[in-house]
């Protein structure tokens, strides 16, 4: 089906268009880039400007550049702009435009991903879905996701991220969502806040993009609820609140082997759901899932019987089963918020010992060390059996618990992955977390690596 034709992408961007083309798609990676697709040379670690020639070679139909790139030819199906990343964002918003369906935002501390992937899964049959892949959630992840929006899109979910002020309100604009949640507002990227009620104002910005007569989904249960509440007044949004109160609200939350059952009260009415997670901190984000989805005009009940379809994404809580030991895969990104759920399901699980491997929790400002030591005394620690750990900051923690539940400090996570068979035993339950830079993944790596490879014979 045609997304762009070389006229109306060059009436959205400003452009010179060579060429009459017709793209299927969008791409900015050569390495995924598939027949079809206009490729989007923007500049980051390396100039996309490089990778034209082979871009078009692969079957890209055209390529959007500033300039003609060297082993181009002067006639080859480009579309020229003046700047690439800004040609990409009127992409984005003639996208946008151009679609009558609804679009719901989705912004958090944490779970965004998750959460965004949850709302996808629970809308399947309801219409043409549209959703960020991967975490897309950036100053060119929003415009890519818009600008690959079918025109005849129903329902559209975007995840939208920041790692600075002042970056979450200029997306919620290009987006224009008609329902915006926020999943919870936690101590990430502190370094750049210096207080969670900067954090909190920067996720409420969310509210300033929505169209008229907009809703706004935000936690109930926060220290900051009524500075989200404060934002989302401003906006003239018409907000329901999600959690233990509020209109949209978890009742229930019952483990239920490997799983969870659920019921939810969503403006009154009863909703059962089941998902296929051990993390009771999914079943507040799907309420909150269900809340946003009812904004929208979706089926809620439909849609709650889709969410025992969704499984979370790898490195964000997924439980698997790995040559005797059961591994919760929660390695992709930490902060004192989601560690404390990571510990909860942990506690949460029945079976072996419970192990914790943990990397440094990365970005908390000036009180990093003080967060780390504070984890000792997470209610749910009491349950961890033992707690292996890698990075100057969780030495901290590592020195604040009791001896025995010391287990080994190392200081890379490359160093604790090479001591793997001290780490964990035949019927252990073991949760990997840390912040990406930590490198933590590298021990569930080592991990799956083991479970993998046979046993040797040895001889004497």
Known sequence: MSLWTANDAAAATGGRAQGDWTVTGVSIDTRTIQPGDLFVA???????????????????????????????????????????????????????KRMTGKVIAITGSVGKTSTKDMARTALAGQGR??????????????????????????????????????????????????VAMITTVAA?????????EGIAREKGSIFEGLEPIGHAILPEDLPVTQILRDCADAAGALVMGFGRDGQAKLVQAKPQDGAIRCRARIG???????????????AM???????ALAAAGADVKEAAKRLGDWLPPAGRGAVEDL????????????????????LATLAGLQGGRRVAILGDMLELGNDEIPMHRAMADDPAMALVD????????????HDALPPAKRGIWAETAAELAGRLADLVAPGDIVLVKGSKSSKISTVVDALRKSAQTPASDTKE
Request: proline content about 7%; some cysteine; charged content about 20%.
């Open 285 to 291: 984000n799907a309420v909150g899932v269900l809340a």
């Open 129 to 178: 879905i549209h959703a960020a892949e991967a975490s897309y959630n950036n100053h060119w992840g929003v415009p890519l996701t818009l600008a690959r929006m079918p025109r005849d899109t129903d329902f559209a979910i975007i995840e939208i991220g920041m790692n600075h002020p002042g970056e979450i309100a200029p997306l919620s604009r290009l987006a224009r969502p008609h």
């Open 268 to 282: 009154g009415e009863p909703v059962d759901f089941m998902l296929q997670t051990t993390g009771t901190h999914f």
């Open 42 to 96: 923007l500049k980051d670690v390396r100039d996309g400007h490089d990778f034209v020639a082979a871009a078009l070679e692969k079957g890209a139909c055209a390529a959007l550049v500033s300039r003609i790139p060297d082993g181009v030819a002067a006639d080859a199906p480009l579309l020229v702009v003046p700047d690439v990343l800004a040609a990409l964002e009127g992409l984005g918003r003639a996208g946008r």
């Open 188 to 196: 990430a990227h502190l370094e750049a806040f210096g207080a969670i």
């Open 386 to 397: 033992l707690v292996h750990s890698a990075g100057p900051r969780m030495r901290h923690l």
């Open 323 to 342: 040559a005797g030991i059961r591994l919760i895969d929660d390695a992709y990104n930490a902060n004192p918020t989601s560690l404390s759920a990571g």
